[in-house]
């Protein structure tokens, strides 16, 4: 009997043993799939932290570069408008390096202005190739963005005309239930609406009357933007000559 029941202990054994091993493997892939997503989540948020900094980084020096600027661009305004004269080209004139950055800037005007140069003469070039390539698209883009416009406005106008013919029946059955509400709702809507327009005729007479007057009229206003204009385009062309002047040097 003891030969015979090791032989079928030693079986069930072996049927055990294949049966084990699939749960085996579904452990060790569950853990496999639990450590590739921890790495993807760590690769994800060091990417986003990477692109944080580099941000940070970008908009820090912009903001350092613009406020040294701003800051020599006020020292030379207070100084009747020459760099050599303020307090920076005193400083830089006595340590030596002004000769130095003067050509510095120099080069780095003229070279900005060689850029701006090209740009002006091959922008428009490469402006119409891509429009030759990308203007399909965007015709396509464009058509179907008017047919959508088109289906919505079809489909609000079906959605207002079902709540025209929808009402009367919605006010009849309240009106069984509620007397009288319906007719309270309207007045309630009607007054919130004369309110409404009454507020907007007394701002308008308010901005007439008490803001856009005196400095703030509408003449005065009409003056200020000819000013404007006529300084942009003295500014535009006082741009052009000095781009000309520093592209032409060598």
């Known amino acids: 009997m003891a030969p015979k029941a090791k032989a079928s202990t030693e079986q069930n054994t072996k049927k055990q043993k294949p049966q084990q091993q699939p749960a085996k493997k579904q452990v060790q892939e569950k853990a496999t799939s639990k450590k590739n997503k921890s790495k993807s989540t760590k690769q994800i948020t060091n990417s986003s932290s990477a692109c944080r900094t580099c941000c940070r980084f970008v908009i820090f020096t ?76 965007v015709e396509f883009s ?12 079809k489909g609000f106008g079906n959605i207002k005309e079902y709540f025209i013919q ?47 007057i005196g400095q703030l009229s509408p003449e005065n206003l009409g003056k200020a933007l000819n000013t404007t204009q006529q300084t942009a385009a003295q500014y535009y062309s006082w741009f052009y000559e000095k781009v000309d002047f520093y592209a032409k040097i060598k």
């Open 62 to 137: 912009m903001f350092f570069f613009g406020l040294i600027g701003g800051l020599i661009a006020y020292d030379t305004h207070l100084h009747g408008g020459k760099f050599e004269a303020s307090k920076t080209g005193q400083f830089l004139k006595q340590t030596g390096t002004l000769p130095y950055i003067e050509k510095g800037w120099t080069c780095t005007l003229k070279y900005s202005a060689r850029g701006y140069k090209w740009t002006e003469a091959n922008l428009p070039i490469y402006y119409q190739k891509t429009s030759q390539v990308v203007g399909p698209y």
């Open 142 to 153: 464009k058509e179907f963005s008017i047919f959508l416009w088109k289906q919505t406005k």
């Open 166 to 212: 929808k009402t009367p029946v919605v006010v009849e059955f309240i009106e069984q239930y509620a007397p009288g509400f319906p007719k309270q709702v309207g007045s309630f809507f009607s007054k919130i609406s004369m309110y409404t327009v009454e507020a907007y005729a007394n701002s308008c007479e308010f901005f007439k009357t008490k803001v856009f």
